[in-house]
């Protein structure tokens, strides 16, 4: 089975295809890791996010791939908590708009799930990646609720931030995310829409699993 996971960056997708994938014990994929893994490299080779051409080549060339659970690893470095910085969060919008870098992304997410039950979630899984899933969930909040659990997620690391800052540059990747010239994000004919503005993760991921056993 197949369970696609879209949204907006701050959603609380990836929070919730966890949670699903433990319960329903699919292996669940972070296609959103996998573009950050290949920023990371892309900034570490002082690679311009605007060059599509290198960063064809680099998606071509770096070995990404999870190991024990969702620890991810770029060449064999793990970089599970680097690819969380903002430095990263900036540009990977701008890494992941190229039509040549999305190709070559989506044949290896592609891959990954021919091999298991998965729950995979990322901005155009449900169009682009898996459009044979068996469930499309477009996973939403609203802006400041987004931005406001951003700054914790920071606040909790360490990290200095301000809410309007955060506020926007979610509008910013939102607006990036939604006019990309492939695999943008856009709520599906099919789209199951959760709104999570209001609602706790059990109450999200509760909402779901009943939407799949029902299903």
């Known amino acids: 089975m197949k369970i696609a996971i879209d949204g907006p960056a701050g959603a609380g997708k990836s929070t919730i295809a966890r949670k699903i994938a433990s319960e329903l014990d699919f292996v669940y994929i972070d296609t959103g890791a996998m573009y950050r893994a290949l920023t990371w490299e892309a900034l570490n080779k002082g690679i311009n996010t605007n060059d599509a051409a290198a960063l064809q080549k680099l998606a071509l060339s770096s070995d990404i791939h ?16 680097d690819i969380r910085l903002p430095r990263i969060t900036e540009a990977v919008s701008g890494v992941a708009s190229h039509p040549a870098v999305r190709e070559i992304m989506v044949e290896k997410q592609q891959d990954m799930a021919l091999t298991a039950d998965i729950v995979m979630d990322g901005r155009d899984i449900g169009e ?44 910013a990747r939102d607006q990036s995310d939604m006019q990309r010239p492939t695999g ?32």
């Open 66 to 81: 999870f190991e024990n659970g969702q620890q991810i690893y770029c060449n064999n470095i793990n970089v599970t908590s």
């Open 184 to 215: 943008a994000l856009k709520i599906l004919d099919d789209s199951i829409i959760i709104d999570t503005s209001n609602l706790s993760i059990d109450e999200v991921a509760a909402r779901l699993y009943a939407i799949i056993r029902e299903g």
């Open 128 to 171: 682009c990646v898996l459009p044979d899933a068996e469930y499309k969930f477009f996973i939403t909040a609203s802006i400041e609720e987004r931005a406001r659990r951003r700054m914790k997620e920071l606040q909790a690391k360490g990290i200095a931030c301000d809410l309007q800052e955060i506020k926007n540059d979610i509008a």
